[in-house]
């Protein structure tokens, strides 16, 4: 088996079909497909199973457990998977039907990295109206990291036995931040090779929307994950105390933002010049230039 494709889904009946579809639909055949069902209360069970026996797809295995967030529903499927290569996607997002293809040509082409990343796009929810991921220059890929989150679930693929090494956090409340939290610890270590073939989309829906997001949660995300940084030595090693700030900085901005987005703009504002206390790179970012657009 040369990939394993781990889907956690919880609730999304309306949505995994689709996802599945875009799975069956790949042009390279040696994969399985895990789905982890983190504890679903609707039908996602009844239709996931119907959909194995009405395509006889019997490499996609469906699993059901106590719910306890993503990550912790990613990890056991890590624990489950056969392939030489793991990757994750997202019960409503969708591939392309050359996405494996592609991987295993540029895999097989770098002689087996730890680390690859494919590129993606996002769509609306009628697929339509593309929009492109602006990426960094490859000499500079690892670190523009500390910058923001540009990789997607789907896009990365972990050699094997990198998944026996790393895991998702699994504290339900730092949900949300669990995945960059993995790539900046794996980019400490590792390479990550980039395939600029865009192979899946991220589709932009109501459900998806990070303004349903709590300012508490928000904030507990930001100091755990500098937290977590601060505390590893080889991040540290690698890119400095300053990029666990720079880190911290972001994670602040992006709640200043959406509370300021919400009419928070007493605590938006608090939480804006302390991000730029700690990065104050962030003052010229896109993100500054819409809160400032707000305030006006």
């Known amino acids: 088996m040369y990939f394993s494709i781990i889907i956690p889904t919880y609730n999304r009946a309306g949505l995994i079909i689709k996802t599945l579809l875009s799975v069956l639909a790949q042009t390279y ?5 895990l789905i982890i069902d ?4 609707d039908d996602t069970e009844q239709r996931v199973k119907a959909f194995i026996t009405e395509h006889d797809c019997s490499h996609f295995k469906y699993f059901k457990k106590e719910n306890a967030e993503r990550g912790a ?8 998977a056969r392939g030489r290569y793991i990757s994750f996607l997202d019960s409503d997002d969708l591939l392309y039907p050359e ?8 895999i097989t082409l770098h002689n087996n990295p ?3 990343h494919q590129a993606y796009e996002f769509k609306n929810e009628q697929f339509l109206n593309p929009r492109a991921v602006k990426y960094p220059a490859i000499p500079h890929f690892n ?14 693929f972990l050699r094997h036995d990198i ?28 390479k990550i090779y980039f395939n600029c073939n865009v192979s899946g989309c991220l589709v932009e829906h109501n459900a998806r929307s990070v303004l349903q997001f709590d300012e508490g949660q928000l904030l507990y995300r930001a100091k755990t994950l500098y937290s977590l940084l601060k505390s590893d030595d080889v991040f540290l090693k690698a890119f400095g105390v300053r990029a666990a700030k720079r880190v911290y900085g972001h994670m602040l901005t992006y709640t200043a933002l959406h509370l300021i987005l919400n009419k928070k703009r007493k605590s938006g504002s608090y939480l804006f010049f302390k991000g730029l206390y700690y990065a104050p790179i962030e003052l010229f970012s896109r993100r500054s230039l819409a809160i400032l657009k707000h305030w006006l």
């Open 73 to 80: 529903a990613r990890n056991y499927g890590m624990q489950l």
């Open 29 to 33: 055949k040696d994969y399985e497909v």
């Open 143 to 156: 670190r523009a990291l500390i910058t923001a989150n540009y990789l997607s679930c789907f896009g990365m």
């Open 163 to 190: 998944t026996l090494l790393f895991k998702f956090n699994t504290d339900r409340a730092f949900s949300g931040s669990e995945d960059w939290l993995l790539w900046l610890q794996l980019a400490a270590r590792y």
């Open 38 to 41: 983190d504890g679903s209360t």
């Open 99 to 106: 996405h494996l293809q592609y991987a295993y040509t540029f």
């Open 114 to 116: 730890e680390l690859v």
